[in-house]
């Protein structure tokens, strides 16, 4: 039985407190997952799209809280 799966990746940047770039994926199982690239522990998920990149900018400003001297070490997106 041959099947496949076509993964959807994309990423793009979203502005929380500065520009981050994040990877948007949609996952077999069904729903998306996101993942900052710049904030390694800043991973979300979703049903749709617009609930994973509103999960992950909620996951970044949380990501920032926790640990706000990471802010000041990050490299900046133009």
Do not use: H
């Not at 710049?38 to 949380?62: D, F, H, M, V, Y």
């Amino acid at each position: 039985m041959n099947s496949s799966v076509d993964i959807i990746r994309c990423s793009f940047v979203v502005e929380v407190k500065g520009k981050f770039t994040v990877i948007l994926r949609e996952e077999p199982e069904g729903g998306y997952s996101a993942q900052c690239i710049e904030l390694p522990g800043a991973i979300s998920q979703g049903e749709t799209r617009k609930q994973a990149i509103t999960n992950i900018r909620e996951a970044i400003e949380g990501y920032l809280e926790a640990f706000p001297e990471e802010l000041n070490q990050l490299p900046r997106i133009k």
